[in-house]
């Protein structure tokens, strides 16, 4: 099973400051990664995939980047709306795995 | 629009079994993978099974093979999680997903709890 890690738990930041969230995979996952969102209460909603992809109505001040083991979320300039728990997902490999999780929280 | 709308009873005593449902429109079901995904009170997300389009391939983690099944009915735009001999540590609220080109979830559902408790 491949083991998705992500850095740090629990981010702070002030709004309109950058925010740069990593994961990593225990062994490559190529570029099948993706991102999500979720905020308090609600589903999750898919960020990127490939990893770099954005989907659909997700702003510009969001990119994604990275390859094989190492792949970094970056939020350019946080918006109030923007403080949630923020997911990576590998789907190379079955299992697919989640990693646990980073929470941007306001500072 | 793509919709899911996940259904079960909430509510089974240790051992016991439950159905869940994920009933989905505005897009060709048919045509797209789906999985289950899971989030424990206070927890990340765990992934919990996938199928295929056809229905003919599905995929399970470790935690759950053998106990849940997953299905679709194609003429009825439904996903489905049989769970059996469920225990506490199934407490969870499960989100079904719709998946795109690769098996992450481009659409997601609400969300239906599971309480599994005597």
């Known amino acids: 099973e491949i083991v998705m890690t992500q850095s740090p738990a629990t981010l702070s930041v002030s709004p309109g400051e950058r925010a740069t969230l990593s994961c990593r995979a225990s062994?490559?996952?190529?570029?099948?990664l993706a991102w999500y969102q979720q905020r308090p209460g609600q589903a999750p909603r898919l960020l990127f995939y490939g990893p770099s992809t954005r989907a659909t109505g997700i702003p510009a001040r969001f990119s994604g980047s990275g390859s094989g083991t190492e792949f970094t979320l970056t939020i350019s300039s946080l918006q109030s709306e923007d403080f949630a728990v923020y997911y990576c997902?590998?789907?190379?490999?079955?299992?697919?795995?989640f990693g646990g999780g980073t929470k941007v929280e306001i500072k | 629009e793509v919709q899911l709308v996940e259904s079960g009873e909430v509510f089974v005593q240790p051992g016991g079994s439950l159905r869940l449902s994920c009933a989905t429109s505005?897009?060709?079901?048919?045509?797209?993978?789906m999985y289950w995904v899971r989030q424990a009170p206070g927890k990340g997300l765990e992934w919990v099974s996938a199928?295929?389009?056809?229905?003919?391939?599905?995929y399970y983690a470790d935690s759950v093979k053998g106990r849940f099944t997953i299905s679709r009915d194609n003429s009825g735009n439904t996903l489905y999680l049989q769970m059996s001999s469920l225990g506490a540590e199934d407490t969870a609220k499960y989100y079904c997903a719709k998946n795109s080109i690769g098996y992450y979830g481009d659409n997601w559902g609400q969300g239906t709890p599971v309480i599994v408790s005597s």
């Open positions: 997902q590998q789907y190379n490999n079955w299992p697919l795995t």
């Open positions: 505005g897009f060709t079901f048919s045509s797209y993978a």
């Open positions: 199928i295929n389009g056809d229905g003919r391939k599905t």
């Open positions: 062994q490559s996952v190529s570029s099948n």
